[in-house]
């Protein structure tokens, strides 16, 4: 393991295949290699060394809970911090000020023009039984979590950080 990189928390990259060559899917995986010793992508072909594996899509239909539940199923680690496609590429700043963020089971920050979390951190177990358990009660996105699991929005602000220093995460897309 190298010093530099966090081997408790497993970056994540949630890829749509539309998105799967831009600039900010290639960018997001880049700064989750950097910083992450595990670093997934959900479904994409990416180029050699992008990310440490590629973990399959799951079986139709595909939602934002069936994808999620995928990426937490494919890790040991005990927390997987996601990156969501369409946001900015984040700078290094915002995946790190979650992943200090006092614990709680999920965390993501909170757009200040769109409700869709664009980049969030979740303590696996917990996370992946309240994901399973939405799905089986036909639930297909994250609000299905917020009964289920002691989730938080955090604001870059509570965070430290500003859209500058965040990469533009959270402050619209």
């Known amino acids: 393991m190298q010093a ?4 408790n928390v497993t970056g994540a990259l949630l890829v749509r295949e539309e998105n799967a060559s831009s ?5 997001g995986a ?6 992450f010793e595990e670093t997934l992508a959900l479904g994409v072909e990416a180029e050699p060394g992008l990310v440490s594996r590629i973990v399959s899509p799951p079986a139709a239909p595909r939602s934002p809970l069936a994808d999620l539940a995928a990426l937490l199923s494919a890790t040991e680690a005990e927390r997987v911090l996601v990156l969501w496609p ?12 979650l992943t200090a963020w006092p614990e709680r089971e999920g965390v993501w920050v909170e757009a200040e023009d769109d409700d869709a979390p664009s980049c969030a951190i979740f303590r696996r177990e917990p996370a992946l039984e309240a994901v399973r358990a939405a799905l089986s009660e036909g639930g297909r996105d994250l609000s299905a979590l917020e009964a289920r699991l002691d989730v938080g929005q955090a604001t870059l602000a509570v965070l430290g950080l500003d859209a500058e220093r965040a990469g533009g995460v959270g402050a619209g897309r």
């Open 30 to 35: 880049s700064v989750l290699r950097a910083l």
């Open 4 to 7: 530099s990189r966090l081997a």
């Open 86 to 97: 369409g946001a900015a590429v984040p700078s290094e700043d915002l995946p790190l000020a």
């Open 23 to 27: 600039r900010v899917a290639k960018g």
